[in-house]
C-alpha cells in the first residue's frame, strides 16, 4: 500500500511577525502565560510547517507557537518551509482515493495526508469534498496531526482519528493517555465509557483542586478524611457556639487551626468538611449528643465505600455515552427491524414510566431528537411539530418518545435496586449496539447479583451502619 508522499522543502529561520497565520486548522489558537513563558525562555524548538505562496508564508500547524513566539518578543523561529504545489496537491488526492479504493488508508495515514493538503492550501471543506470525506473527520485528522503525542500513537497503535483525537484532550495527564490507549487496543467497544470517566475525573479533579486553593488562600489546612477519627481535629458539625448555635464555616474564617476536606461528588459537585484543631480556644463547646458518631470505617468498609463511590462516577460517566450513543442511534436512517415490536413491548411493560415522562413533557426525548424543548410549557411542542413536517419519521419519532421516557427515570439507584423493567430496557439498547460499561452490566445481570446489590444498596444509606461524608457545612 502506498501513503501520500511527503512535502520536500527547507529549514529557515524567520520572524514570526513576517509570517501570515491562519486558522484553518483549529477553530481557535489559545495561548497561556505558562505556554508563552515557556517560548520566552527556551524558544520554538519544534520548526513549524509553513508553505510559500509568492512573497508570503503561510503557517499551516504550529500557529500557537507562531503567536506565542510574537508576544515573547522572539525575533527568529525555525520554519519548515514548502511550495505550493497544484501537481503535488492532486497526487496527494488520487493516492488517497486509490489507496481507499483498494485497501484503507491508516487514521494516521489520513491525518498526514489531510496535513499536506492543507500545507497545499486547501480549505477544510474542499478537502472533503474532493476525498469524499465528511468534514468532520478531516477536522479531527488535522487535530491529530498536528499533535505529536496523538499522531505517534495513531501511527504506533493503529488508533482510530476519534480515538487519537481522544488522547489530545489528555495532553497534560500522560497516565490518562496510556490507560487509554491500552482500552483503544484491547477493549476497543468500551473505549466511549473509559474516555468519559478520564473526561469525568479532569473535570472533578480540577473542581478540587480549585476550591482547595481557594481555601487554602484563605488560611485553610487541606486534611485527607483518614484525619477525621484521629483526635487533632474536630468537625465543627460537632460543635456549638458558646451561645449554642451551630458553628459555620464563617465562625471558623479567622480562628487558629482551622481546616478543611475536600471532595468532588460523583455528579460533579464539590463538598467541604470544616474542621478546627482546638475547638475550646476559638470559643466553641461540643454539641450536646455528638458524642464519636460511628467511629473509624474498617479497612472492609472503606473498601465497600470506595467501590460504591466508584461504581457511582462510572455511572455518571456512562449515563453521558449512552445518551449520546441515543440520539446518534435515532439519527440513522433505518431502525432495527424489531423496533416496531419493541415499542409495542414497551408502550405495555413501560407503560407507568413512559406515561409519566409524556404528562411531563418528556424533555429527554426532545433532546434525543434534537430539539428544542423549551416551548413545551406554552403549548407548544416540537416533537409534534417535527412529526408534521417529516411525516415519515414517524417510526423514529414514536422510538424516541418511548426510548425518553424509559430513560429519563433511570439513575445511579438503577445499578443498585435493578428491576426487571430496567434488566429489559438495558439489555435491548446492548441488542441494539450499544456497548453496555461494568456498571450498565449489572443491571441485566441483575437475577445474578441480586443479594449483592441488596447488600451494596444498603451499606449505601446515609442513615445507617456505614459513616459517610458530612454534608457542606455553611
Known amino acids: 500500500m502506498s501513503t501520500p508522499t511527503a512535502l520536500r522543502g527547507t529549514i529557515e529561520h524567520l520572524d514570526p511577525n513576517s509570517l501570515v497565520v491562519e486558522e484553518n486548522v483549529r477553530p481557535s489558537a489559545p495561548l497561556t502565560k505558562e505556554f508563552v513563558q515557556s517560548i520566552r525562555e527556551n524558544g520554538v524548538l519544534t520548526p513549524v510547517l509553513a508553505r510559500r505562496d509568492g512573497e508570503q508564508v503561510i503557517v499551516r500547524a504550529g500557529q500557537r507557537r507562531t503567536l506565542a513566539a510574537i508576544e515573547a518578543g522572539i525575533e527568529a523561529i525555525p520554519v519548515y518551509v514548502v511550495d505550493a504545489d497544484d501537481v503535488t496537491t492532486e497526487r496527494i488526492i488520487q493516492q488517497m482515493v486509490e489507496n481507499d479504493h483498494r485497501e484503507s488508508l491508516t487514521a494516521a495515514d489520513r491525518a498526514a495526508a489531510f496535513q499536506q493538503l492543507v500545507f497545499e492550501g486547501l480549505g477544510v471543506a474542499t478537502i472533503a469534498k474532493r476525498t469524499g470525506t465528511k468534514q468532520v473527520e478531516v477536522r479531527t485528522g488535522l487535530a491529530v496531526a498536528d499533535n505529536p503525542v496523538?499522531?505517534?500513537?495513531?501511527?504506533?497503535?493503529?488508533?482510530?482519528?476519534?480515538?487519537?483525537?481522544?488522547?489530545?484532550?489528555?495532553?497534560?495527564?500522560?497516565?490518562?493517555?496510556?490507560?487509554?490507549?491500552?482500552?483503544?487496543?484491547?477493549?476497543?467497544?468500551?473505549?466511549?465509557?473509559?474516555?468519559?470517566?478520564?473526561?469525568?475525573?479532569?473535570?472533578?479533579?480540577?473542581?478540587?483542586?480549585?476550591?482547595?486553593?481557594?481555601?487554602?488562600?484563605?488560611?485553610?489546612?487541606?486534611?485527607?478524611?483518614?484525619?477525621?477519627?484521629?483526635?487533632?481535629?474536630?468537625?465543627?458539625?460537632?460543635?456549638?457556639?458558646?451561645?449554642?448555635?451551630?458553628?459555620?464555616?464563617d465562625d471558623i474564617a479567622d480562628a487558629d487551626g482551622r481546616a478543611a476536606s475536600v471532595w468532588a461528588g460523583w455528579d460533579g459537585g464539590v463538598q467541604a468538611t470544616y474542621l478546627i484543631a482546638d475547638p475550646k480556644a476559638a470559643g466553641f463547646k461540643k454539641a450536646s449528643g455528638s458524642g464519636s458518631g460511628n467511629g473509624p470505617m474498617t479497612d472492609e468498609q472503606k473498601e465497600e465505600r470506595r467501590t460504591l463511590i466508584a461504581n457511582n462516577k462510572a455511572w455518571a460517566s456512562a449515563e453521558t455515552v449512552r445518551r449520546e450513543w441515543l440520539a446518534t442511534f435515532l439519527s440513522r436512517k433505518t431502525l432495527p427491524k424489531d423496533a416496531a415490536a419493541w415499542v409495542a413491548h414497551a408502550l405495555t411493560f413501560h407503560r407507568h414510566t413512559i406515561g409519566a415522562a409524556i404528562s411531563a413533557g418528556n424533555v429527554l426525548a426532545h433532546d434525543l431528537l434534537c430539539l428544542d424543548p423549551a416551548e413545551l410549557y406554552s403549548g407548544r411542542d416540537n416533537i409534534a411539530e417535527l412529526l408534521a413536517q417529516h411525516p415519515t419519521r414517524a417510526q423514529h419519532v414514536t422510538l424516541a418518545i418511548v426510548l425518553g421516557g424509559i430513560e429519563s427515570a433511570t439513575s445511579r439507584e438503577t445499578w443498585h435496586h435493578p428491576t426487571s423493567r430496567d434488566a429489559d430496557y438495558f439489555t435491548r439498547l446492548a441488542e441494539w449496539g450499544y456497548a453496555l460499561s461494568d456498571v450498565e452490566q449489572f443491571v441485566p445481570d441483575h437475577s445474578l447479583h441480586a443479594e449483592t446489590n441488596v447488600k451494596a444498596s444498603d451499606r449505601a444509606q446515609a442513615h445507617g451502619s456505614l459513616p459517610v461524608d458530612d454534608p457542606v457545612d455553611e
Open 150 to 249: 496523538a499522531a505517534s500513537a495513531a501511527q504506533q497503535h493503529a488508533l482510530t482519528l476519534d480515538q487519537a483525537a481522544v488522547l489530545i484532550e489528555f495532553d497534560d495527564d500522560p497516565d490518562a493517555r496510556e490507560k487509554l490507549i491500552e482500552v483503544a487496543t484491547t477493549d476497543p467497544a468500551q473505549f466511549a465509557h473509559a474516555a468519559q470517566r478520564a473526561r469525568d475525573e479532569k473535570a472533578r479533579a480540577k473542581a478540587k483542586a480549585d476550591a482547595e486553593a481557594d481555601l487554602t488562600a484563605r488560611g485553610f489546612t487541606i486534611l485527607e478524611k483518614d484525619y477525621f477519627y484521629d483526635g487533632e481535629y474536630t468537625r465543627i458539625s460537632e460543635l456549638t457556639t458558646a451561645e449554642g448555635e451551630r458553628v459555620t464555616a
